[in-house]
């Protein structure tokens, strides 16, 4: 691998992948439409809701693991609808079961079902105990360098702080933070949740994220295969203008073609 793919490649838990977004697998209309949207993201990583989706858990229901297989994409079995540490846990260890001993995962811990915002001090909990337990957690988080850090320091292979609430559309609305987290943290960082469009993407990679996790701003478009498309591309150009790096702010003119030497 050369050092130009090196730049554009994402490594979570020692293993390397292409692409740095990350999808979900809900909200869709149909298995079809998954497997579509998932193919034209490019993306090699796919979100499943374990208590949401059928893996396997009833072999009676269409299996969302026949729309995106594993054998071509890293499933990430995630706790959407935990509320506390211990049904987290427990999620995460069927998921392993159904599986076949999968040790990458993503955990979030809600905090209530308005926000949707994280419950940091069960996240803590279930992220010290899933470590303990042999996973390779991925995190979400609230956009805290504190709480990024002691997630960090308990063992997780990314912290995946939110840009704004789950399925708002609202962008990075504070990316102080963000910034703060990405400059202190040796783990990956990979926005989680508030993404709505292809800008909000490019920015996320722009201001030096290692990755972006979204699904509704997919799934919920007019035409989620296009918006699947316009997300890779912004995902690549966001990083291609963070590795080049963006011209200073100024609060004057620069003009763009030099006036030294120039006939009078």
Not at 124 to 139: N, Q, Y
Not at 182 to 211: H, N, R
């Given at each position: ?10 490594t979570i ?184 469009t292809a ?66």
């Amino acid at each position: 691998m050369n050092d130009l793919n090196q730049d554009h490649c994402l490594t979570i838990a020692g293993i390397t992948y292409r692409s740095r977004l990350l999808v979900g697998s809900g909200k869709y209309k149909d298995l079809d439409e998954t497997r579509l949207a998932t193919e034209a993201s490019g993306a090699e990583i796919i979100t499943v809701a374990i208590r949401r989706v059928n893996i396997g858990q009833d072999p009676n229901a269409p299996n969302l693991l026949d729309a995106v297989p594993p054998s071509k994409y890293t499933i990430l079995p995630n706790t959407a609808g935990c509320y506390n540490a211990k049904d987290a846990v427990y999620t995460l260890q069927l998921a392993r079961e159904l599986l076949n001993g999968h040790k990458l995962v993503k955990l979030e811990v809600l905090g209530d079902e308005k926000t949707l915002f994280p419950n940091m001090p069960e996240t803590l909990k279930a992220a010290e105990t899933l470590v303990k337990d042999g996973f390779d957690v991925m995190v979400y988080c609230s956009d805290d360098p504190i709480q990024a850090k002691m997630l960090e320091e308990i063992g997780c292979v990314a912290v995946m702080p939110l840009a704004s609430l789950i399925g708002s559309g609202m962008g990075i609305l504070n990316p102080w933070n963000l910034s703060l987290i990405i400059e202190q943290t040796k783990v990956p960082v990979l926005v989680d949740a508030g993404v709505g469009t292809a800008s909000d993407a490019a920015i996320a990679m722009e201001l030096g994220c290692d990755g972006v996790l979204m699904n509704t701003a997919i799934a919920g478009a007019r035409d989620p295969i296009r918006m699947a498309r316009a997300m890779k591309l912004a995902i690549e150009a966001g990083r291609e203008a963070y590795l080049a790096g963006r011209i200073p702010k100024r609060f004057a003119a620069s003009p763009s073609s030099p006036m030294a030497g120039r006939a009078t």
